[in-house]
């Protein structure tokens, strides 16, 4: 069975964007480069904030459609996607790519 694997790439951190408009928050983000998720259409795989996952999943589910090629050739590999999570103070690149 086909899943995607979900690759933690980059994790950057604007501190000044922090300090000047973001409310502070308890726990805002656990995610390390090299870590690595597993997603076989069917659950959020745990441990991959729920944020993270919404900006994914749409991306992950046509690849286990068979339906890459994103943006008409984007990607070298078309069973892949380079994407980043929603949050503007810590956002965080994932390489999404189709596996056995």
Same mark, same amino acid.
């Given at each position: 069975?086909?899943?995607?694997?979900?690759?933690?790439?980059?994790?950057?951190?604007?501190?000044?964007?922090?300090?000047?408009?973001?409310? *502070?928050?308890?726990?805002?983000?656990?995610?390390? *480069?090299?870590?690595?998720?597993?997603?076989?259409?069917?659950?959020? *795989?745990?441990?991959?904030?729920?944020?993270?996952?919404?900006?994914?999943? *749409?991306?992950?589910?046509?690849?286990?459609?068979?339906?890459?090629?994103?943006?008409?050739?984007?990607?070298?590999?078309?069973?892949?996607?380079?994407?980043?999570?929603?949050?503007?103070?810590?956002?965080?690149?994932?390489?999404?790519?189709?596996?056995?």
């Amino acid at each position: 069975m086909k899943k995607v694997k979900i690759t933690v790439m980059k994790a950057a951190r604007y501190d000044d964007l922090i300090e000047k408009y973001e409310n *502070p928050i308890p726990h805002p983000c656990d995610i390390n *480069p090299g870590q690595v998720f597993f997603f076989d259409g069917k659950q959020k *795989p745990e441990g991959l904030c729920e944020s993270a996952f919404e900006t994914l999943a *749409p991306f992950a589910l046509s690849l286990l459609r068979g339906e890459g090629n994103f943006f008409d050739g984007w990607m070298k590999d078309a069973n892949s996607a380079m994407l980043s999570c929603n949050d503007g103070f810590r956002p965080v690149t994932f390489y999404l790519e189709l596996v056995d």
